[in-house]
């Protein structure tokens, strides 16, 4: 059963410069959230101040009742054993081999003999898929290897929070698509609270329950999937479907020239809202509900040619 | 403009203060158990590689240096009996603290720096207290123990390499008298000259391990900014160094009065 995280006002500037402002959202317990963004909009900068790496200015962080933000270092490293982090690159030791280091939470943490420390690790890294790996060191083995490697030492305390710091970063397309299918089993596993952050659209349409999108200084939209999939809002639009019409500029946000001249220019429709990822283990997912369930809800009709079984994965534009 | 002026001014007062800060959160974390008996073992070991060589090998021409210029200032004033305590006194309350300063801070430190800076832009350090491991009583406290022990043992290794040195320069070079050399040993020198030498080379290898470890945990910006803090913590800890080097002195002059003969 995962946990709730609470974000209110949350504000973070480095020096002068102000990465994000009065940033409020709800990620709901046992369920994926993706949150997206342009490149420097402060993605990593929002997934480090949620496990209280980085201070925020203003606003809460409450997890199980403790604020992050503002609670004691010994509070803040009580917490973090809820937490299970992915890195961007794994982060492993790299004075350790890969078995050490899956094992190093269990012997820091846990006053479990070897054999039981022996019998979980294989368990994470056959989940992984990096069995006779073991003996291998982190500069041995290729960059998506290390981050299942780091998946997996984020996964032997039984973690209620999962954060992944761009799992499809340097990876090519077919690893990303296994990577995304065991986020979507391990969510039917282990029933984990699942926030994603990254900037891959593909992964961002197909795998989570919610998704937001930091823009601008701020939190520009959260909500269900199919709401951002379905929504008119320009910056929701034009990011999500990878468009170069809109507010988004190549450096920061267009001014008011570029967007007067783009004016008359006619949008390409919304490409249709492809299916969510089905977990492989045939394990159902608690939180995944049924495709269109929202847009019927809310009197949204989906774009044509949503939600069929067979609709290509990739979004033409 | 003038808020810009006067943070510029002030910027240098508020690295000093984090540095100090830093240390502070050393000490605190220092009587933490369980204390990380291995990674001091291996740091100790590795620092000591890195340092004992080059250590040796500066201590030799230091040693030399000193007994050509101090024994022919010598013969000149007509007092080649207190050639071998001139010698002494200079290496032991010196050139030995100094000698390790430039060594630990060069070596030990700047491999401290590479380390941790290494660790930080690779996210290891972030994993490590997400984790809920505290770097600083992991990482950094074996680091610094290990600095100052190693530290206390190259001036042992200077003093008497440079006393060697000299003596072989002075005995078959200059063609002084052995027993004359070893015998005025103690005619200016005096145990707590010892003393003072080792203490100097605890402070130093504090001073070094710190510095190197503050400024590799806080590196920024990519393998450029780990160059970046391996550079500035040399730098930064010769500059203490030599201060804080000048203070013992100072101070050690005071309370303990030099010989009279």
């Known amino acids: 059963?995962?946990?709730?995280?609470?974000?209110?006002?949350?504000?973070?500037?480095?020096?002068?410069?102000?990465?994000?402002?009065?940033?409020?959202?709800?990620?709901?317990?046992?369920?994926?959230?993706?949150?997206?963004?342009?490149?420097?909009?402060?993605?990593?900068?929002?997934?480090?101040?949620?496990?209280?790496?980085?201070?925020?200015?203003?606003?809460?962080?409450?997890?199980?009742?403790?604020?992050?933000?503002?609670?004691?270092?010994?509070?803040?490293?009580?917490?973090?054993?809820?937490?299970?982090?992915?890195?961007?690159?794994?982060?492993?030791?790299?004075?350790?081999?890969?078995?050490?280091?899956?094992?190093?939470?269990?012997?820091?943490?846990?006053?479990?003999?070897?054999?039981?420390?022996?019998?979980?690790?294989?368990?994470?890294?056959?989940?992984?898929?990096?069995?006779?790996?073991?003996?291998?060191?982190?500069?041995?083995?290729?960059?998506?290897?290390?981050?299942?490697?780091?998946?997996?030492r984020g996964l032997v305390l039984d973690p209620e929070i999962?954060?992944?710091?761009?799992?499809?970063?340097?990876?090519?397309?077919?690893?990303?698509?296994?990577?995304?299918?065991?986020?979507?089993?391990?969510?039917?596993?282990?029933?984990?609270?699942?926030?994603?952050?990254?900037?891959?659209?593909?992964?961002?349409?197909?795998?989570?329950?919610?998704?937001?999108?930091?823009?601008?200084?701020?939190?520009?939209?959260?909500?269900?999937?199919?709401?951002?999939?379905?929504?008119?809002?320009?910056?929701?639009?034009?990011?999500?479907?990878?468009?170069?019409?809109?507010?988004?500029?190549?450096?920061?946000?267009?001014?008011?020239?570029?967007?007067?001249?783009?004016?008359?220019?006619?949008?390409?429709?919304?490409?249709?809202?492809?299916m969510q990822m089905e977990p492989s283990n045939g394990i159902p997912r608690r939180s995944q509900r049924e495709p269109g369930s929202w847009c019927k809800e809310n009197g949204v009709t989906p774009p044509p040619g949503s939600f069929e079984e067979?609709?290509?994965?990739?979004?033409?534009? | 403009m003038s808020s810009l002026t006067a943070s510029r001014v002030l910027a240098p007062i508020g690295t000093a203060g984090k540095l100090f800060a830093f240390a502070l959160d050393v000490a605190k974390q220092l009587p933490r158990r369980p204390f990380q008996l291995k990674e001091f073992i291996q740091q100790a070991w590795f620092i000591a590689s890195v340092t004992i060589i080059p250590t040796a090998l500066v201590a030799i021409p230091f040693g030399a240096v000193i007994a050509l210029q101090v024994g022919g200032l010598i013969k000149q004033f007509g007092a080649q009996s207190f050639t071998g305590s001139a010698a002494v006194l200079a290496v032991v309350r010196e050139a030995g603290p100094i000698a390790t300063a430039l060594l630990i801070a060069g070596a030990g430190g700047s491999a401290i720096a590479a380390d941790l800076g290494a660790r930080k832009i690779r996210e290891e350090l972030d994993a490590m207290m997400v984790l809920g491991i505290d770097p600083i009583q992991r990482l950094v406290v074996p680091r610094v123990l290990a600095a100052m022990m190693v530290a206390v043992f190259l001036n042992g290794l200077v003093s008497i390499v440079g006393v060697i040195g000299g003596y072989f320069f002075n005995v078959v070079l200059q063609g002084g008298t052995p027993g004359a050399y070893l015998a005025s040993f103690t005619a200016l020198a005096q145990l707590p000259d010892l003393w003072q030498g080792m203490v100097k080379a605890?402070?130093?290898?504090?001073?070094?391990?710190?510095?190197?470890?503050?400024?590799?945990?806080?590196?920024?910006?990519?393998?450029?900014?780990?160059?970046?803090?391996?550079?500035?913590?040399?730098?930064?800890?010769?500059?203490?160094?030599?201060v804080v080097n000048f203070i013992v002195t100072a101070v050690y002059f005071q309370l303990v009065p030099p010989k009279t003969g």
């Open chain 1, 1 to 152: 059963m995962g946990v709730e995280i609470e974000i209110k006002d949350l504000t973070k500037s480095f020096g002068r410069q102000l990465i994000w402002g009065d940033v409020t959202l709800t990620i709901p317990a046992g369920e994926i959230c993706v949150m997206l963004g342009p490149s420097g909009t402060g993605k990593s900068v929002l997934l480090k101040t949620l496990i209280g790496l980085l201070k925020p200015d203003r606003g809460s962080v409450v997890i199980e009742g403790v604020d992050i933000a503002s609670c004691s270092e010994r509070d803040l490293y009580e917490v973090r054993k809820l937490f299970g982090v992915l890195f961007q690159d794994g982060a492993m030791f790299g004075s350790m081999n890969l078995y050490d280091n899956v094992a190093f939470p269990l012997r820091e943490h846990t006053k479990k003999s070897e054999s039981e420390i022996r019998k979980i690790v294989m368990e994470k890294m056959e989940l992984v898929g990096l069995v006779g790996t073991e003996d291998k060191l982190p500069g041995e083995i290729s960059g998506g290897m290390r981050k299942r490697a780091g998946i997996a």
């Open chain 1, 162 to 274: 999962i954060l992944f710091d761009e799992p499809d970063s340097g990876l090519d397309p077919v690893r990303t698509s296994f990577l995304n299918q065991l986020i979507v089993d391990l969510n039917a596993q282990i029933d984990a609270t699942f926030l994603i952050v990254t900037h891959d659209i593909n992964t961002a349409r197909t795998v989570p329950d919610n998704i937001g999108l930091l823009y601008h200084k701020h939190l520009a939209m959260f909500g269900p999937r199919e709401m951002l999939l379905s929504s008119e809002e320009p910056v929701v639009r034009q990011f999500l479907n990878a468009q170069r019409v809109g507010p988004i500029g190549m450096s920061e946000e267009k001014d008011a020239d570029e967007l007067e001249a783009e004016k008359d220019q006619e949008l390409p429709p919304l490409p249709p809202i492809p």
């Open chain 1, 310 to 317: 067979n609709m290509s994965m990739v979004t033409e534009v």
């Open chain 2, 202 to 242: 605890l402070i130093f290898g504090l001073i070094a391990a710190i510095v190197a470890a503050y400024k590799g945990m806080n590196a920024g910006g990519g393998p450029k900014g780990v160059g970046d803090a391996v550079n500035e913590s040399v730098v930064i800890t010769f500059l203490l160094l030599f």
